[in-house]
């Protein structure tokens, strides 16, 4: 089992920025790919960003791309999200989420471990 706990959020004005950790702990403390995924009130949980076991390979969502910088200690066994030029829509609660094993992944099927999330509020 891999348990993560996410923190970081806050509310910040549109413009702002704001750096969310993952921290996971347990038997799989390094787990393979990582990811963030976020749901706004009444929407689906979309994905954001995941980033690969040794950080060489990530991917973004159009809406975060160029805005929010995935990155990892895996000696601290520690994701991060820098999130920069936040914007109102990019209010939600923010999950991280592991794989055991296995390449990055867009679907949040993919992902066998998940934390308890943390909110992000953008005021306009």
């Known amino acids: 089992q891999v348990k993560l706990v996410e923190s970081g959020g806050g509310l910040v004005q549109a413009g702002g920025s704001l750096k969310l950790s993952c921290v996971a702990s347990?038997?799989?403390?390094?787990?393979?790919?990582m990811g963030w995924f976020r749901q706004a009130p009444g929407k689906e949980r979309e994905f954001v960003v995941t980033?690969?076991?040794?950080?060489?390979?990530?991917y973004y969502a159009d809406s975060v791309k160029g805005r929010f910088t995935v990155s990892r200690d895996n000696a601290e066994n520690t994701m991060y999200l820098q999130m920069n030029s936040l914007k109102p829509e990019d209010t939600a609660v923010y999950y991280c989420?592991?794989?055991?094993?296995?390449?990055?992944?867009?679907?949040?099927?993919?992902?066998?471990?998940w934390g308890q999330g943390t909110q992000v509020t953008v005021s306009s």
């Open positions: 980033i690969s076991w040794s950080g060489g390979s990530t």
């Open positions: 989420a592991a794989r055991r094993w296995g390449a990055t992944s867009t679907s949040d099927k993919a992902y066998q471990y």
């Open positions: 347990g038997e799989a403390a390094s787990p393979d790919a």
